[in-house]
């Protein structure tokens, strides 16, 4: 199984800029895509942006330009740079990975327990 740590959230005024971290551990083979996901109050859970082992990444339209993704493999981790944060930007921002099982060898989607973002004055 693997375990999805998130950290970096917290209270931000409008305008400035966060940064999030996942790391993943535990016993797999390797990690696919990985991305980042959000849920407001009253709202469905949203595609922020996702990142594959190699290739392009894709941004949800409200973030284009401001957040930024990118992963370090070597560490498991991924990040999500957020900048010129907006109000509606206020979410618990969810990790998502793409684990490929050391048993198995099937590919299996896992979650992290989520991180608080709120953007405030």
């Known amino acids: 199984q693997v375990q999805l740590v998130e950290s970096g959230g917290g209270l931000v005024q409008p305008g400035g800029s966060l940064r999030l971290s996942c790391a993943a551990s535990g016993r797999f083979v390797s990690i696919n895509a990985m991305g980042w996901y959000r849920q407001a109050p009253g709202k469905q859970r949203e595609l922020v942006a996702t990142i594959p082992r190699g290739g392009s990444t894709n941004y949800a339209d409200s973030v284009k330009g401001r957040f930024t993704i990118s992963r370090d493999n070597a560490k498991n981790t991924v990040y999500l740079q957020m900048n010129s944060l907006k109000p509606d930007d206020t979410a618990v921002y969810y990790c998502?990975?793409?684990?490929?099982?050391?048993?198995?060898?099937?590919?299996?989607?896992?979650w992290g327990q989520g991180t608080q973002v709120t953007v405030s004055s």
């Open positions: 998502n990975a793409l684990v490929v099982a050391a048993t198995t060898r099937y590919e299996y989607p896992s």
